[in-house]
């Protein structure tokens, strides 16, 4: 039984409703979704949180969009913002990094994707519990009865667990790595090199997995992406024939009235089925000197960043080093909170901390400088963030981590993972625990 709340807002006539079956409808969502060209997908698979507002959102169909290159991004999107006063969806590509300082992409980008795209959609799904609310812009609110029935008699659509990654010919496509294991090992200890001389204190250095002449069914790949993770800040996004697949368990930013709130992630450990091996791997983690010399490093990070827009006094660490399972993996992960003044800028907040430390190092723009000179690839989406704004200037943003990206215009389809280079790393241990944090996406792929 469905119960209707009816209300209007100054640009959206807003629905609720009441509804039985939480994942037959965030299937049935994602699937109708398929016929847009502008899709963003967000499914926090009911982890339990501290921080959320729902645990599904569904935005389709761009009413405006904003689409640029590195060049004032930042300032091009404030703008867009404050202009449009409505939900916005869309990511932030770690090339951004050039908008800020003075620094450059000049590595191997197959997949092509704009450096910022955002959206205000007219079509919005919003679900929390057992309600389910829909916003539409009002010049298309008159389609709300007749969507929600197409989504609600939408087919349960089982996903195939047969699909495979496919070239022209039917044969399946080869994933290769841009860095051999010989290269990463070389490259890591050059990275160290630095480390030792004082340049840098900590670097996320990554390589990239990738084919090409790529076709795959982007949806049945999301889900049994998401059905192996289950993570809090699981992604999928559409633009036209751009596509990302994600199955992030880590937060980027978050801001909710005055609150800001960063969760990153430093320290990976390997999930066992038996229960006792499983907690001897969690707690060993938990006391695992090089991790937690890793996630203090970028707490530090992070409070210095936070503390450009926070009012004095504010920035707090609620939690150091704690352990959070997974499906697959327990991370270590930190929160630090600050508060901001009303009239702070929302893409100020972003902008002043972005990329997120965990996905750079410290001190943050040296060692950006080095990860550009390592690594074989531009990261763009990777290690980016998606996300979105609310009216009331409240945003939330994941770390793209975790990911598939997929071009199907130039059938190039890429996944990137990576690890924190501090002066206690070990190459081959570290080259480990990458191929770990690829696993799931061998997987759904092979």
């Not at 092509?112 to 829909?134: A, M, V």
């Not at 399946?172 to 790595?177: A, G, V």
């Not at 943050?364 to 979105?388: P, Q, V």
Request: aromatic share 12%; glycine share 4%; proline share 3%.
């Amino acid at each position: 039984m469905y119960f209707w709340i009816s209300k209007s807002t100054e640009l959206r006539t807003v629905i609720q409703k009441e509804i039985n079956d939480n994942n037959r409808l965030k299937n049935q969502l994602l699937h109708w979704a398929q016929q847009f060209r502008e899709v963003v997908f967000l499914d926090s698979n009911q982890y339990q949180q501290r921080y959320t507002s729902y645990d599904c959102i569904l935005a389709v169909d761009a009413f405006t969009a904003i689409k640029t290159d590195y060049a004032n991004a930042f300032e091009d999107v404030k703008q867009y913002q404050q202009q449009t006063k409505d939900w916005l969806f869309g990511y932030l590509s770690y090339d951004l990094k050039n908008d800020i300082e003075d620094l450059h992409s000049n590595n191997f980008d197959g997949l092509d994707f704009p450096d910022l795209f955002f959206f205000q959609p007219k079509k919005l799904f919003l679900l929390k519990g057992n309600t389910f609310e829909i916003q539409y812009l009002r010049l298309c609110d008159d389609e709300i009865e007749s969507d929600f029935t197409a989504i609600t008699n939408y087919p349960q659509l089982i996903t195939n667990n047969n699909v495979t990654l496919s070239v022209v010919e039917g044969q399946q496509s080869k994933i290769q790595q841009r860095i051999s294991k010989e290269s990463y090992l070389a490259k890591v200890t050059e990275m160290l090199s630095h480390i030792h001389r004082g340049d840098i204190y900590e670097a996320n250095f990554c390589m990239e997995f990738y084919t090409e002449n790529a076709h795959l069914e982007p949806v049945e790949i999301y889900q049994k992406l998401n059905a192996i993770s289950r993570p809090p800040f699981a992604t999928y996004f559409k633009n036209n024939h751009q596509f990302l697949l994600c199955a992030s368990p880590e937060r980027y930013l978050r801001k909710e009235g005055n609150k800001v709130i960063s969760q990153p992630i430093k320290g990976t450990a390997k999930r066992h089925s038996d229960k006792v091996s499983d907690e001897q791997s969690k707690t060993e983690l938990a006391q695992n000197p090089k991790e937690r010399s890793e996630n203090v490093m970028i707490v530090d990070l992070v409070r210095n960043d936070l503390s450009h827009t926070a009012t004095k006094g504010s920035v707090i660490v609620e939690e150091l080093c704690e352990i959070y399972s997974f499906e697959q993996v327990h991370q270590m992960i930190s929160t630090i909170v600050s508060t901001v003044e009303d009239a702070t800028s929302p893409i100020e907040i972003l902008k002043t901390t972005f990329p997120m430390g965990s996905m750079t190092g410290a001190p943050k723009i040296s060692a950006m400088k080095i990860i550009e000179d390592l690594e074989a690839t531009k990261r763009g989406l990777y290690s980016g963030a998606i996300g979105y704004f609310t009216p009331d200037n409240d945003f939330d943003f994941n770390v793209v981590i975790r990911s598939i990206l997929y071009n199907a215009e130039n059938e190039y389809l890429s996944f990137s993972v990576g690890s924190a280079i501090t002066s206690q790393a070990v190459p081959e241990q570290e080259y480990e625990e990458c191929l770990l944090k690829a696993k799931a996406m061998f997987e759904v792929l092979s």
